[in-house]
């Protein structure tokens, strides 16, 4: 199943990572025009996804017997 590429705007200067994807790169600039406008003097970056990564091997966890008196 792959995801379909998004844009995110980022603001270094920001309280938090970006959270909004948008679908459209015209959405995301219009977005990062919208918070310009409202934070002068800011910049705010249009970032695009390029790849994605992620395992799909199960991850393997051992156990350990609770019961060792230590």
Known sequence: MASDPFYVVWNPKGPHSPRERHSAMHLAEAEAERLAVQNPGQDFYVLATV???????????????????F
């Open 51 to 69: 790849s994605r990564t992620r395992t799909t091997r199960p991850i393997e966890v051992e156990r350990f017997d609770p019961d060792i008196p």
